[in-house]
């Protein structure tokens, strides 16, 4: 692709972006990404060849926001225990930040959108590659890093779903946690706690 090409195909996730997380789903058609790029509707299926090529474009770049938010956490310290939980608290708040992005990657807001298997792949591979690296430098000598990376992640996804949920619903009064950002951060951080502690995760 040469850097014009880039460039302006940049130029539509962005807006694509911009429509999802502005607009939420029912924005997010060929029509709204394009009048938010100022440009023409062709000019998007010439790009991306519908609704669903540009819905595929932009779960792979939701997924590289992600990545790039690992890539960009502190070197590794001599506390990796400490490492982890802060990489799981950035994971929340990346989640928090914005929730339509977030179920884009991870649920089915859009009927119908199946992102293709091979990119799927590709992008989970490459964004778990940076966690479970992480989980492997805490793990147990001979223990299964990439099983704990998962466990782990699934509490993570867990907690923060389940907040995200819970925050866009009237407040219950008798919930479990108190409807404040504070009590909800000290229950995620327990929870992974407990796991990263069950799963015998410690500096070595």
Known sequence: MRPAEHGTRERYLDAALSVLLDRGVPGL??????????????????RFGGRAGLLDALYERTFDSLRELLEGLPPSSPDGVADLLHLALEYRRFARESPTRYALMFERPVPNFDPDPALRSAVLRTTFTLFIARVQRVSPPESDARAAAYQLWTAMHGLVGAELTMSSRTTLPDWFIPPTDEANEAMYRRGVTAMMTGLGLHNR
């Open 29 to 46: 058609t060929v029509r709204g990404v394009a009048e938010a790029a100022g440009a023409s509707t062709i000019s998007v299926y010439a």
